[in-house]
């Protein structure tokens, strides 16, 4: 329910999901029952693996993320995330507002031992593949060693999730040297380099690195990481802008630009944060992937494929090892 | 000479910089002399309005730029700045790293009264028309303070260069709500809501905002500030690169692409640096205009343009007075 058109985009991507994968996942939706029903009376539902537990708390953007989480059980986002600690449900998968999705996650499910705070891993196209971007919104505040884990976790879910072979993990800043930087990225610099060997560290890098692909995994913390991520998701609209702009200058502009649509969605398809669906919240004890508000039914339906990937490759074992040792 | 190509494009720049405006200016070519003269001779460069001034000590990335202003009064940048400082030059232009030069400018040619930091001014493209993101990489650690002085600095820019009538303010942050944010941000957003009558403050906006143009002026810290600076240089690239790999992908791609590549030039001009050339040093007692290292001619010569623009608006003389009142 917390997405910005909940229930109706939720409702289709789920059934759209279930119609893709042919009935091998079951789909709890959990939320405003009465809604829920109103919106699989629009599409023919039936014979599809799905189940409805009805929540009618609702939690808005003004509340307290900790405040609603312990007031409001009833929600949807409490309710879901309760069920999948319980063992109901294999993951949780929520277009809400990532802060309180994280608070919920955080609180419910515990942390992974040896995780300081969990992160959410954004995911950027480049050159060569998916980039994660960890943080990208949980933790605005961080100190060295949670930059660290960070580059622990997103290096186990790059090489998991997209199979990449010793995940290069750079260090986002403002210059190559080791002496670059705001005091966070000198601390981290120094307290990652000393811990190298868990992790493939190729140093610092810098904003032009992400799309050129020349790191698989970066370490920055949640609000650098969330105005990056919330600028390149805006980059297809500008585009767009700009297209329209020039298609409207004339009528072979408009020719050109009518020939080439299908071709620019293809070429702009990596750049749509709507293929990747949502960004998995690492370091929890569970799987709970992260969607847009705005999250259009393709959307939802990718951010449940990308929960079923994460719970196939088991990565929180992997990340429970791997931060285990160091301790 | 701290270009990446020095002095072969700054000569060149300079050049095509005086042959457009008709000799309306004077360029001093501060540097190797031997150097620049040996490029001079490529071009036919007789009766166009400028001289050299020899300059043969070199700066490199790894000097601390604080050591090397004191150690190296013969490198093109001392020497540069300390020209303007005497009133030899009305501005100063460089391609150099811009840790240095934001240092050296600092030094010599000292701060305008009231303002704590100067800060370099990163020019974004936007559906409105160009956006100013302060700072963009002169200061990594802020205190709230900075960001207001920052505010104020680059909305007297937006109103003077970019004639933008009460330009709108923003917070950078990552979320809209007051509550949001890292620590500076929330101290920053009460510090300069206090002091709302010097400045158009619209309060938080978002990484999205920016392309969208829903505000004139960003102000955030240089860490931030230049990240986002560079990722958002690096966009053209990695369109090129999608571009090239779906004309590769066919003949009947290859030609769509080829027919269009005029078009995309144009539409994608907004997002080309060189076309700004260059981006200004806010709060010294100077003009200095800095650009990328790699900056090819035309950003050389739209840099002296700026520069040129910027002399004109006595911009400095607003600063103060803005910075004066609120002391």
Chains 1, 2 share one sequence.
Request: glycine share 10%.
């Amino acid at each position: 329910m917390g997405g910005d058109f909940a229930p109706a985009y939720e409702v289709q991507g789920a059934i759209e999901c279930l119609r893709q994968c042919e009935n091998r996942l079951h789909i709890i939706l959990v939320g405003d029952e009465p809604k829920i029903r109103l919106e699989l009376q629009k599409h023919s539902a039936e014979g599809l693996n799905f189940s409805v537990v009805h929540a009618p708390d609702v939690i808005d953007m003004h509340d307290s993320p900790v405040v609603a989480i312990k007031t409001k059980p009833n929600s949807s986002l409490v309710k879901g995330i309760t069920m999948h600690k319980e063992g109901l449900a294999e993951a949780f998968v929520s277009p809400g507002n990532t802060g309180a999705v994280t608070a919920a996650s955080t609180l419910i499910l515990g942390r992974i031992p040896g995780v300081s705070r969990p992160s959410v891993a954004a995911i950027f196209p480049s050159e060569k593949g998916p980039v994660l971007v960890v943080d990208a919104g949980a933790v605005s505040d961080c100190k060295p060693h949670f930059l660290f884990e960070f580059g622990v976790m997103g290096s186990l879910y790059s090489e998991y999730v997209f199979k990449k072979k010793n995940p290069r993990v750079g260090l986002l800043n403002i210059g190559e040297e080791e002496s670059k930087g705001n005091e966070l990225a000198k601390d981290a610099y120094k307290f990652i380099s000393e811990r190298k060997g868990k992790l493939n560290f190729v140093g610092n890098i810098e904003g032009r690195d992400i799309l050129k692909g020349n790191v698989d995994v970066v370490m920055c913390d949640g609000f650098v990481g969330n105005v990056l991520l919330k600028f390149a998701e805006s980059v297809p609209g500008y585009l767009k802008f700009q297209f329209k702009k020039f298609a409207a200058q004339g009528f072979v502009n408009k020719l050109m630009i009518g020939m080439l649509r299908g071709s620019l969605k293809e070429i702009f398809r990596d750049m749509d944060y709507t293929e990747f669906g949502g960004i998995p919240l690492l370091g929890v004890n569970g799987v709970t992937i992260i969607g847009h508000g705005s999250s259009p039914p393709k959307a939802i339906k990718n951010m449940i494929f990308r929960a079923e990937e994460v719970v196939n490759q088991k990565i929180n074992q992997q990340i429970q090892e791997s931060l285990k040792e160091q301790q």
